[in-house]
């Protein structure tokens, strides 16, 4: 076998988990889809009042995109899919290329790499062949669950279930080729996924502006997220946006293959600033690491704040749709919830707390990578004790995620205030205040695992993550077992603000997540730095 195939299969060793896991996402969102659907909306007067709220809603077609034929099942699980899932695996995409290309060189394994009989050309082409076989793996699941879906459903063709499962990973091949660019820009991967985040996030808001208004509209051929919903899947399947995407692709992994060739290992076309810190005494620990994490929780923070915000503007429009569903009204009415907005906002924060508890696990991530650096090394050279470093991380982190749900709350209140004002200050706060918990649950895993194994942090969190977000997603549809739906860390939550936050539950949880942060500072202080 040659080496290039080496590397490849080694890349897609390393991913087909989390890829499989997306394809079966994308199977679950759309098939559950399409089931909720037809019961909350039985009847056709329902559907066509249904179209009519989303319809003409220019905060809902801003946030979500544009709606085709939703009074129909094709058309309405293309909208809510394609809301989402493309957004989800480009960003994983995007990661995962950073990670494989400058993450890799950062930490040496890139040089052992081509230290075998092989090119920096070759090689690059190698990974990003690895990385794009994964996300093949997750079009394969996707396809085949959605094709099951148009036999058994008559909903839509089999053609039309194929064409829509590529138009929703067809996100992952571009952001990947765009992050492999942005490895070879810049010196360090965090630089590098910043800068791929910022250019999804660009993505995003082009393609909001574009659809909040007719008048607009063709700004979205600016947006590769524009270009992906232009497609119109399961209802008119346009094949001009997926062109551009994957044109887009080619030319992007051209460039990252080019520009790896013609630059020296660790090396970047754009010079890395010097901290104005070195040489310097460290005189606070939890100074240096809000230094070096403040950026990244200043991001988060600000990404909760307007996706929130967004959210809250098209919250009246979505409020309408679920009154004009009776069976929607009669399930959460025995709930106890019988205003339509608190509903709303509910599904919002669980949504939310999905993304609260992804940023716990990159904190704790992120603390694996600092060590793999090198920064504790210098830091336990100092006379300072491996607790202090760890507890002080700790402190960051746990400040840092209540910030961006304080956001997302703030966030919530401000877009609701311009519309409707169905939200109040305090109930945005304490709806934000209450994904805390879980979150901190979560990342008292993650720091455990990162006591103990550290290499594999990013999965065990990331695989924890996915299956309470599928639990949530198909729990109540398929009645499954309450012992099975309580190893969902998001099933814990209050149903806030429709439902008051519940204290004895919140506590319990913050207890359990300092009980596994304290067992992770254990393993930690008894293996040896960056090895595990």
């Not at 004790?385 to 304080?406: D, E, H, N, P, W």
């Not at 695989?463 to 309580?486: M, Q, R, V």
Request: charge should be positive.
């Amino acid at each position: 076998m040659s080496t290039g195939l080496v590397i490849t299969k080694h890349f897609l060793k390393e991913r087909r988990m989390v890829a499989a896991a997306l394809g079966w996402m994308v199977a679950v969102v759309s098939i559950s889809t399409v089931y909720a659907y037809r019961t909350a909306y039985p009847h056709l007067t329902d559907r066509l009042r249904l179209s009519a709220s989303f319809s003409h809603d220019a905060g809902i077609a801003a946030v979500f995109g544009p709606a085709h034929s939703l009074e129909t099942v094709a058309g309405f699980t293309a909208f809510r899919s394609l809301a989402v899932i493309p957004l989800i695996i480009g960003i994983w995409a995007a990661l995962t290329a950073t990670k494989a290309l400058r993450g890799n060189e950062d930490t040496g394994q890139w040089e052992i790499l081509i230290s075998a009989p092989i090119t920096r050309r070759a090689a690059t082409l190698a990974a990003l062949r690895g990385i794009y076989l994964s996300l093949t793996m997750t079009l394969v699941i996707g396809s085949v669950a959605l094709s099951a879906t148009a036999l058994i459903s008559h909903d839509f063709k089999v053609s039309a279930a194929l064409f829509f499962a590529l138009a929703l990973v067809s996100s992952g091949y571009l952001f990947a080729s765009i992050g492999a660019v942005a490895s070879q820009l810049v010196s360090t991967r965090r630089t590098a996924a910043t800068i791929t985040g910022l250019v999804i996030g660009l993505s995003f808001l082009i393609r909001a502006v574009a659809d909040s208004s007719p008048s607009i509209a063709w700004v979205h051929w600016f947006s590769p997220l524009g270009w992906i919903t232009s497609t119109a899947p399961l209802t008119k399947s346009h094949w001009l946006g997926l062109s551009l995407v994957f044109a887009t692709t080619i030319i992007c992994t051209g460039i990252a293959i080019t520009l790896s060739s013609n630059r020296d290992l660790t090396a970047s076309l754009i010079p890395e600033r010097i901290s104005d810190t070195n040489g310097r005494e460290i005189k606070s620990i939890p100074r240096l690491w809000v230094k070096l994490q403040g950026l990244n929780i200043l991001s988060w923070g600000a990404g909760f704040f307007f996706m929130s915000f967004a959210f809250g503007l098209v919250a009246h429009g979505a409020t309408q749709a679920f009154s004009g569903s009776s069976t929607i009204q009669k399930t959460f009415g025995a709930l106890g919830i019988t205003k339509m907005s608190e509903l709303f906002f509910g599904i919002i924060f669980l949504m939310l707390s999905t993304g609260l508890m992804f940023a716990a696990n990159s904190h704790a991530a992120a603390f694996r990578e600092q060590e793999a650096e090198g920064y504790i090394d210098h830091l336990l050279v100092s006379p300072k004790s491996r607790t202090q470093v760890y507890l002080s991380r700790l402190l960051v982190s746990i400040v840092g995620l209540t910030f961006i749900a304080l956001m997302a709350g703030f966030g919530a209140f401000s877009g609701s205030s311009l519309r409707t004002g169905d939200l109040g200050i305090k109930d945005a706060l304490m709806a934000g205040l209450n994904m805390v918990p879980s979150a901190m649950v979560l990342f008292g895993v993650s720091l455990l695992v990162f006591g103990f194994y550290p290499r594999a942090v990013s999965i065990v969190g990331q695989s924890l993550l996915a299956w309470s977000f599928l639990l949530e997603l198909i729990g109540s549809t398929l009645k499954l077992n309450h012992y099975i739906l309580d190893t969902s860390f998001l099933h814990h939550m209050a149903f806030a603000p429709a439902a008051s936050p519940r204290g004895g539950q919140n506590l319990l949880l913050l207890g359990i997540a300092v009980v596994l942060s304290l067992a992770g500072l254990v393993g930690f202080s008894r293996r040896d730095t960056a090895l595990g």
